[in-house]
């Protein structure tokens, strides 16, 4: 349900470390930033390692490693939040296919919740 509004279509971009895109988090409720267990991003098959990955939240950007020790941050229901990937050059100029899939886990909750969103875009 929520990962089909998941991705911004006007929120794709390539930048000096890489490329980005926006997302909301697929929750039906805000979160810390310290329940986010892991981002996958895959475009056009290739799947970028963790350590590739930034998230930012409210103007402040952490690796995805150091995002489960942030309590501060809380990005909220419905708010796009910018995942980073760094890769040297960026994405070729064209068409490309991204899935990001999020995984969260709410200390409530006895599993972790994992959903995929889905978009075609261009560079």
């Known amino acids: 349900m929520l990962e089909t509004h998941m991705l911004n279509p006007e929120g794709y971009k390539n930048t ?3 490329f980005a895109f926006q997302t909301r988090i697929p929750y039906y409720r805000g979160i810390t930033l310290s329940i986010i267990r892991n981002i996958q991003v895959v475009v056009d098959g ?3 390692p963790r350590e590739a990955v930034t998230i930012t939240v409210n103007g402040e950007t952490f690796p995805l490693e150091e995002a489960r020790t942030v309590i501060s941050n809380r990005w909220r229901f419905g708010q796009f939040g910018e995942i980073g990937v760094k890769k040297e ?3 070729a100029a064209g068409d490309h296919e991204l899935a990001v899939t999020i995984t969260v886990a709410p200390s409530y909750m006895p599993m972790q919740l994992v959903k995929t969103g889905h978009g075609k ?3």
């Open 46 to 48: 290739v799947e970028y």
């Open 121 to 123: 875009f261009t560079v």
């Open 89 to 91: 050059g960026g994405l």
């Open 16 to 18: 000096p470390d890489g």
